[in-house]
């Protein structure tokens, strides 16, 4: 199914205080995978940030999975290639507009 409101995608600063920060508590994990994987760092971090916001708004393999005390859980897999590698890259979305989660 597709994302609701995948279009209106908002990623906020999520990639650059979590998900590819090497200094974040939790994050530094994700952050070192994105970058030994598939060459993606802070220094080029368009590039997720746009295959993001591509599958949020065209895919239509979003999973719905209920809510979650937050609002409607969707869970989207797609896959990513860089000059480096390919990954199948991990979102959640939570009420459909902010991404939750990232990871591979």
């Given at each position: 199914?597709?994302?609701?409101?995948g279009q209106?995608?908002?990623?906020?600063a999520?990639?650059?205080?979590?998900?590819?920060?090497?200094?974040?508590?939790d994050?530094?994990?994700?952050?070192?995978?994105?970058?030994?994987?598939l060459?993606i760092?802070l220094d080029?971090?368009?590039?997720?940030r746009e295959?993001?916001?591509t599958a949020?708004?065209?895919?239509?393999?979003?999973?719905?999975?209920?809510?979650?005390?937050?609002?409607?859980?969707?869970?989207?897999?797609?896959?990513l290639?860089?000059?480096?590698?390919?990954?199948?890259i991990?979102?959640?979305?939570?009420?459909?507009?902010?991404?939750s989660?990232g990871?591979?």
């Amino acid at each position: 199914m597709k994302l609701p409101n995948g279009q209106r995608a908002d990623l906020g600063a999520k990639l650059e205080e979590y998900v590819l920060n090497p200094l974040h508590r939790d994050g530094r994990h994700k952050a070192r995978v994105f970058e030994s994987v598939l060459g993606i760092t802070l220094d080029n971090r368009e590039i997720l940030r746009e295959a993001i916001v591509t599958a949020a708004a065209n895919s239509d393999d979003a999973e719905p999975r209920g809510d979650n005390g937050h609002g409607e859980l969707y869970v989207l897999r797609f896959p990513l290639v860089t000059a480096n590698s390919s990954a199948v890259i991990l979102t959640a979305w939570i009420g459909c507009v902010t991404l939750s989660a990232g990871g591979t």
